[in-house]
């Protein structure tokens, strides 16, 4: 399988697709407003697999040339979100995503699968509704741009088989999160943390952040994933591939932990 650094993107492809992610939420009675093609579960096509309200099926626009690209979408509406997702929705999700995501990997027609999740207008996502995608590369491999040290950093807290910590060495700058398991056995724990990070991003980051990308990998026995808030992306990363690393990062992993790891604190999923 021949191996190759740059996707190609179909952009007369890509004007086609609708656009929700802006608003907080479609709204039909407004004049021109995009419905969302994921509401309408009557109208969609070449589903692969279904569980409730998780529906794993292919992309209606898929832009990226020699792939598979799928959706999962996770939610019958829009009106939800992970980081308020109850814990058995939120341990399905993350187990059927991440199962699925793996057979295709472990199926040798890719080089490499992506696994990843868009939230909010700065995201580079397009459709508002809670959704996944899992994406089949043919001639890249992601791994190649891949280090162990984008997931070391402060721990936050951990469980048996999983660890939840600060990046010390972000892959794109600032204050990126980090879940790393080792044991499959503990996906619900890591869904958990995935959820705190998510919530955090939300509702208590230093600056108001509304958008944010869950992103997985696969490294030897590990799946990891990484939360990263999404601003507009600094020019010194964008023109020079540098990553710029907060003075911070103790601080606010001691801030996540005393918020949601200390006796007495909430929930994660409880609305604020």
């Known amino acids: 399988m021949s191996s190759s650094t740059h996707l190609h993107f179909n952009s007369h492809l890509g004007a086609q697709k609708p656009r929700t992610i802006a608003r907080q939420k479609p709204n039909p009675a407004q004049k021109n407003d995009t419905s969302c093609p994921f509401c309408n579960?009557?109208?969609?096509?070449d589903i692969l697999a279904s569980e409730g309200p998780l529906v794993l099926l292919k992309n209606?626009?898929?832009?990226?040339?020699?792939t598979?690209?799928?959706?999962?979408?996770?939610?019958?509406?829009?009106?939800?979100?992970?980081?308020?997702?109850?814990?058995?929705?939120?341990?399905?999700?993350?187990?059927?995503?991440?199962e699925k995501w793996l057979e295709i990997e472990n199926s040798g027609e890719f080089s490499s699968v992506i696994f990843f999740k868009n939230h909010?207008?700065?995201s580079g996502g397009t459709i508002f509704h809670p959704h996944m995608q899992i994406v089949g590369l043919k001639k890249v491999d992601y791994r190649e741009?891949?280090?162990?040290?984008?997931?070391?950093?402060?721990?936050?807290?951990q469980a048996p088989g999983v660890e939840f910590n600060l990046s010390t060495k972000p892959r794109v700058g600032f204050f990126e999160f980090n879940v790393v398991l080792s044991d499959i056995n503990q996906i619900d724990q890591m869904a958990d943390y995935i959820q705190t990070a998510v919530h955090y991003v939300l509702n208590y980051f230093d600056y108001h952040c509304n958008s944010y990308n869950l992103f997985f990998y696969k490294l030897e026995e590990k799946i990891i994933a990484k939360i990263m808030p999404r601003f507009v992306t600094s020019p010194i990363y964008l023109g020079f591939s540098i990553p710029q690393v907060s003075n911070r990062i103790a601080e606010m992993a001691r801030d996540v932990r005393e918020r949601y790891f200390t006796e007495g604190t909430p929930s994660p999923n409880t609305p604020v």
């Open 120 to 122: 909010g207008p700065f």
């Open 68 to 98: 598979l690209q799928l959706v999962l979408i996770e939610t019958y509406n829009c009106d939800e979100e992970l980081s308020i997702y109850s814990k058995e929705h939120l341990h399905h999700v993350i187990r059927f995503g991440v």
């Open 60 to 66: 209606k626009y898929p832009v990226l040339e020699d």
């Open 145 to 157: 741009n891949i280090r162990e040290e984008d997931f070391e950093g402060v721990v936050i807290t």
């Open 41 to 45: 579960r009557e109208s969609l096509v």
